[in-house]
């Protein structure tokens, strides 16, 4: 299987349904990225969770021996977020959770959360506690892209950047 071409069968019936997909490999990690203002489907807590399993399982392809494996990088573009995205705090712990898992957090190299809006700081403050330490401390705040993602991937994204 060729990485990141997993294929969600709610977001192939009805694309933008949820918000993941993988973007490339910069800086030697494997970067996916979300933004949840994007996805029709913000509330479908399962559909989502299913989502991320599949695309984690065609980008960091960890072997059975949980041994190998490749790192990654998650662009959480948080613009747009608001009331409607915070009030479903399911979706949130049960993607904290998932990360959280030792395999998966190991492998991450760091969590970019692009320009959140104020009301992010509760989300974040939900979910906290379900992450370690380490993992917590993976979390970034950026205003701009990073400069080693190309410019046409920026633009495959972003718009007035
Ligand atoms: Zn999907």
Redesign the pocket.
Known sequence: MNIGNYI?P??RDNPN??SLKYLGNFNNSEFLYTRPSDAIRYDDRP?ILA?YKGVFKTVIKIDNSNTNYNRWSWLFDARGFSWEHYLEMGVAIDLAKLINTPIYSNALDKIYIFRPPALLNMTLFIVYPFLSKSLQEKIVIIDEIPSFIPRNIKNSICINL
């Open positions: 969600c709610i977001c349904s949820h559909g989502h």
